[in-house]
């Protein structure tokens, strides 16, 4: 599509041919984040096939993913909880366009999954498949489909999407 | 000054090399519980405003911002970064409260350098990317470049710069947060592997993990919450022309001018004679002495003598870094100025413990934000109120 817009415009060959001048670098940034005591247990969970979470005991509120800290009370006294691996959809989005801006045949179905056991409005997000994308409600009940045990990695793909049930 | 800022709590986790128990979240928390205590807070939620410190870069994470809340108690609360060091965010949390709008306010700053670990690749973005990348230079050239020029116009010496590696690893011994306290010759500081000439491995301080969270509050409301506030008498901030190009490679001139504005606000002449002791960047070797000597505290070319004639030692005239420094503690990014100023509240309130420096009554902490640049922040803090 030809936009009408000022200026110049650059083909392929301009830059192949050095007619302009240009830059190269390939990014080299990497990272090992630490899990930590709260993620790092969630993510064990995951490789057993179990969704973790934790209650804090002032507030009375069971947290997923969990965490060693409640930020609303600023306590550390928290329990952890083994939550289903079911839940219900908050909210969801019907998505077209592929990281190139190209459109996706199959739709990418992302999600805020509640997961029984956690309190009210706590949830993950995480993907929904095997469902017909007008079917989706908010409200809907989803459960895990989980990778076979050998092949998880302690992973949040140690999931590999939400489907309904 | 009615409108004066005072420090009234301070919690850290010690700095160490790797820290794979804790998640940086984790770390800060642990911190900020102690800071909270240390300021006798009744709650978080009396908590007027938040400041983290930090570079997306520095955590591999975009809009970094929004991570920080959780950890802080600061859900729910004004809170904004700054991306530079802990003395930029402390100077920051003092102009908040200044405007009468927030009383209490928390300044945040961590460093989980060992989940980098692509630390030098990081250093190299900040250099310009159409003229210096393309050169593939590790970028601690900078470095070498700026001591080369230092030691041939201060005439400062090879030997000197060593010691200041010497004096700080051996005060560090007395620092139980610190993790490379060792005894050292200089003979083994100049003959450790060379990495950019006249730098040496021994003269870089190491990237190390920590976290500190400080409590800032007006003086209408310090000192009843700690019976020793450490109070912010002056606070300047500079940055010089950057560029490698056009920079001034003669002097220090974002150091010598963030200390004469803090000077000018805590009205200080004769900083050497007005201030006890100093926390200043050491990242490298080096830079002690150019630093030293650009905040007025000695004339160029004479801090090398002074710290062989010991001035510089925990009993000399101008104790600097008896902390241990960057090179003793270890370098902790962003997290640097927050414990150079962290040794400063400790010597202050008289909680130094082996350390203690007698009657000290002023200090000046003085942090660089790194290679490739030329900025500074000069703070000086003092027991007495104003
Ligand atoms: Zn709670």
Redesign the interface.
Same mark, same amino acid.
């Given at each position: 599509m030809r936009m009408n817009l000022e200026g110049t415009s650059l083909k392929r060959e301009d830059i192949d041919s050095k007619r302009v001048l240009t830059?190269r %670098?390939r990014?080299?940034?990497?990272?090992?984040?630490? #899990? =930590?005591? =709260?993620? =790092?247990r969630y993510l064990q969970g995951l490789k057993a096939g179990e969704i973790w979470g934790t209650h804090c005991d002032t507030c009375n509120r069971t947290v997923v993913p969990p965490?060693?800290?409640c930020?609303?009370c600023?306590k550390?006294q928290v329990s952890w909880v083994k939550l289903q691996d079911t839940g219900i959809i908050n909210t969801f989005s019907i998505c077209y366009v592929n990281w190139d801006a190209s459109r996706v045949e199959e739709p990418h179905l992302p999600a805020v999954i509640e997961i029984d056991g956690a309190s009210q409005g706590h949830g993950i997000l995480h993907v929904l498949d095997e469902v017909n994308p007008k079917d989706l409600k908010i409200g809907m009940k989803v459960k895990a489909v989980w990778k076979r045990p050998e092949e998880r990695n302690a992973d949040i793909t140690d999931i590999l999407y939400w489907k309904p049930y | 000054m009615s409108n004066s800022v005072a420090i009234v709590g301070v919690g850290y986790t010690p700095t160490r090399k790797l #820290?794979?128990?804790?998640? /940086?979240?984790?770390?800060i /928390?642990e911190a900020?519980?102690r800071a /909270?205590h240390d300021a006798n807070l009744a709650s978080?939620r009396d908590i007027d405003g938040f400041i983290s410190c930090a570079e997306d %870069?520095l955590e =591999?994470t975009s809009i970094f911002d929004e991570y920080t809340?959780?950890?802080l108690?600061g859900?729910q609360k004004p809170m904004h970064t700054i991306s530079g060091d802990t003395l930029l965010g402390l100077a920051t949390a003092v102009m908040n409260i200044r405007t009468g709008l927030q009383q209490l306010v928390v300044v945040e700053a961590h460093s989980?350098a060992?989940?980098?670990? #692509?630390l030098d690749?990081?250093l190299? /973005?900040a250099t310009d990317?159409?003229l210096t990348?393309?050169l593939h230079l590790n970028p601690h050239f900078i470095a070498g470049l700026e001591m080369q020029r230092f030691l041939d116009i201060s005439k400062n010496t090879l030997e000197q710069c060593a010691e200041v590696v010497v004096k700080n690893k051996r005060n560090a011994l007395k620092n139980d947060l610190s993790t490379y306290g060792t005894r050292l010759t200089t003979r083994e500081v100049l003959s450790s592997e060379p990495t950019s000439t006249p730098l040496t491995q021994l003269q870089h301080a190491e990237p190390t993990d920590g976290a500190i969270v400080f409590v800032l509050a007006s003086s209408k409301i310090a000192k009843k919450m700690n019976r020793t506030p450490v109070w912010i008498k002056g606070c300047g901030w500079i940055s010089d022309a950057p560029s490698l190009e056009t920079r001034d490679w003669n002097r220090c001139a974002y150091a010598a001018l963030s200390a004469q504005m803090a000077y000018r606000q805590a009205g200080i002449r004769n900083p050497k004679k007005q201030i006890d002791f100093f926390e200043i960047d050491d990242t490298f070797s080096y830079k002690e002495l150019e630093h030293l000597e650009a905040l007025g505290i000695y004339e160029t070319g004479k801090s090398g003598k002074a710290l062989l004639q010991g001035a510089l030692d925990p009993d000399g005239k101008t104790p600097t870094n008896v902390s241990g420094g960057s090179l003793g503690m270890g370098h902790v990014l962003e997290a640097t100025g927050g414990f150079r100023t962290l040794e400063i509240v400790k010597q202050l309130r008289a909680e130094a413990g082996p350390r203690q420096l007698d009657k000290v009554k002023t200090g000046l902490a003085f942090s660089w934000r790194g290679l490739p640049t030329t900025s500074g922040v000069t703070m000086i803090y003092s027991q007495k109120g104003a």
């Amino acid at each position: 599509m030809r936009m009408n817009l000022e200026g110049t415009s650059l083909k392929r060959e301009d830059i192949d041919s050095k007619r302009v001048l240009t830059t190269r %670098f390939r990014s080299n940034a990497f990272y090992a984040w630490d #899990t =930590g005591r =709260g993620i =790092g247990r969630y993510l064990q969970g995951l490789k057993a096939g179990e969704i973790w979470g934790t209650h804090c005991d002032t507030c009375n509120r069971t947290v997923v993913p969990p965490r060693i800290f409640c930020e609303r009370c600023m306590k550390n006294q928290v329990s952890w909880v083994k939550l289903q691996d079911t839940g219900i959809i908050n909210t969801f989005s019907i998505c077209y366009v592929n990281w190139d801006a190209s459109r996706v045949e199959e739709p990418h179905l992302p999600a805020v999954i509640e997961i029984d056991g956690a309190s009210q409005g706590h949830g993950i997000l995480h993907v929904l498949d095997e469902v017909n994308p007008k079917d989706l409600k908010i409200g809907m009940k989803v459960k895990a489909v989980w990778k076979r045990p050998e092949e998880r990695n302690a992973d949040i793909t140690d999931i590999l999407y939400w489907k309904p049930y | 000054m009615s409108n004066s800022v005072a420090i009234v709590g301070v919690g850290y986790t010690p700095t160490r090399k790797l #820290t794979p128990e804790v998640s /940086y979240k984790e770390m800060i /928390y642990e911190a900020c519980v102690r800071a /909270y205590h240390d300021a006798n807070l009744a709650s978080h939620r009396d908590i007027d405003g938040f400041i983290s410190c930090a570079e997306d %870069f520095l955590e =591999g994470t975009s809009i970094f911002d929004e991570y920080t809340p959780d950890q802080l108690g600061g859900i729910q609360k004004p809170m904004h970064t700054i991306s530079g060091d802990t003395l930029l965010g402390l100077a920051t949390a003092v102009m908040n409260i200044r405007t009468g709008l927030q009383q209490l306010v928390v300044v945040e700053a961590h460093s989980k350098a060992s989940n980098i670990k #692509t630390l030098d690749a990081i250093l190299h /973005y900040a250099t310009d990317p159409i003229l210096t990348r393309p050169l593939h230079l590790n970028p601690h050239f900078i470095a070498g470049l700026e001591m080369q020029r230092f030691l041939d116009i201060s005439k400062n010496t090879l030997e000197q710069c060593a010691e200041v590696v010497v004096k700080n690893k051996r005060n560090a011994l007395k620092n139980d947060l610190s993790t490379y306290g060792t005894r050292l010759t200089t003979r083994e500081v100049l003959s450790s592997e060379p990495t950019s000439t006249p730098l040496t491995q021994l003269q870089h301080a190491e990237p190390t993990d920590g976290a500190i969270v400080f409590v800032l509050a007006s003086s209408k409301i310090a000192k009843k919450m700690n019976r020793t506030p450490v109070w912010i008498k002056g606070c300047g901030w500079i940055s010089d022309a950057p560029s490698l190009e056009t920079r001034d490679w003669n002097r220090c001139a974002y150091a010598a001018l963030s200390a004469q504005m803090a000077y000018r606000q805590a009205g200080i002449r004769n900083p050497k004679k007005q201030i006890d002791f100093f926390e200043i960047d050491d990242t490298f070797s080096y830079k002690e002495l150019e630093h030293l000597e650009a905040l007025g505290i000695y004339e160029t070319g004479k801090s090398g003598k002074a710290l062989l004639q010991g001035a510089l030692d925990p009993d000399g005239k101008t104790p600097t870094n008896v902390s241990g420094g960057s090179l003793g503690m270890g370098h902790v990014l962003e997290a640097t100025g927050g414990f150079r100023t962290l040794e400063i509240v400790k010597q202050l309130r008289a909680e130094a413990g082996p350390r203690q420096l007698d009657k000290v009554k002023t200090g000046l902490a003085f942090s660089w934000r790194g290679l490739p640049t030329t900025s500074g922040v000069t703070m000086i803090y003092s027991q007495k109120g104003a």
